[in-house]
Each structure stands twice: as structure tokens, then as C-alpha cells.
């Protein structure tokens, strides 16, 4: 769950919806990634099991961590470097980027290690008042209305 630029896979719609049954966000992705619904599902990006667009890493961030040796971007000797700052101001959803932190994430993960990062995520990524796991453009629990 932890993505090789920083990202928390964990509150991903692609790894979420096929896990909370929500068909219609199941819907959506396979729509918009030309699949069928029971196609949908990722494990994060260093699964076997990827959507097309992570598997795909478009920004390159799968074949540069090969190519260097290393598992996520903070382990480079250039970190950060351009492509990742390239990659913070885009995908933007309902206001909210989803990469504009990932130098701080990365960051978090060199210093307090993947596992208690990953820990800390999972936290941060449940309803503070029912736990059911928000997906990252969201700020309200659709299931008890609280805010994130």
C-alpha cells in the first residue's frame, strides 16, 4: 500500500471500492478504464494486481525505481527529483490534490519507516466516528456523514 512516489494506496478507489462493494464506484472505474466491473481491483503498485493506469506509471516512476535499484522515491540519491515534483500538482478531484504532499509523505516514510507510515495512513484514512475507510477526494463519510 505504500506507492513507490509517495502515494497511500490504501485510500485508492481502485483498491477500496471492489472491497467495500461499492458497484456504482466499481462502475465508474471500469467505464473509465475500459473493463469489465469484476476487472476492477488493484493491490497497490508493487502488487501483480494494478489498474491500467498504475500499471501503465505514465510518470515512470515504476521503470526509475527498477532502473535504480530501489523501492520508493525517498531511497534515490536524487530525491526529489524533477519528475516528482512534476507529478505533485496534478490529479486533482472535488478540490483536493492528491499529490501536492507526497515529498512530505516520502519524507514521513524515510523517517518513521514504511510499516508505521503504512500504520499511521490506515488511521488517518478511516471515519473518526464508524471507521469505514474514506477514499482520498473524500470529506464526508458517505456512510454516517461525518467529516474527515
Not at 467495500?20 to 473493463?35: S, Y
Not at 491500467?52 to 540519491?77: D, K, S, Y
Request: aromatic residues 8%; proline residues 5%; contains cysteine.
Amino acid at each position: 500500500m505504500a506507492g513507490i512516489c509517495g502515494i497511500y494506496c490504501g485510500d485508492c478507489p481502485a483498491y477500496l471500492a471492489p472491497r467495500l462493494g461499492d458497484a456504482a464506484e466499481v462502475a465508474r472505474l471500469a467505464e473509465a478504464n475500459h473493463l469489465a466491473p469484476a476487472e476492477v481491483g488493484c493491490d497497490g503498485c508493487l502488487s501483480e494486481r494494478l489498474m491500467p493506469e498504475c500499471r501503465e506509471c505514465r510518470h515512470g516512476f515504476r521503470a526509475c525505481a527498477r532502473a535504480r535499484g530501489v523501492t520508493w522515491c525517498f531511497q534515490c540519491h536524487d530525491f526529489p527529483c524533477q519528475r516528482l515534483r512534476d507529478f505533485l500538482p496534478i490529479h486533482t478531484r472535488d478540490g483536493l490534490s492528491h499529490h501536492a504532499s507526497l515529498l512530505s509523505e516520502l519524507r514521513d516514510m524515510s523517517d518513521r519507516g514504511v510499516e508505521a507510515w503504512l500504520e499511521a495512513k490506515a488511521t488517518q484514512a478511516a471515519c473518526p466516528d464508524c471507521g469505514r475507510r474514506f477514499y482520498w477526494f473524500q470529506r464526508v463519510c458517505p456512510d454516517c456523514g461525518a467529516k474527515k
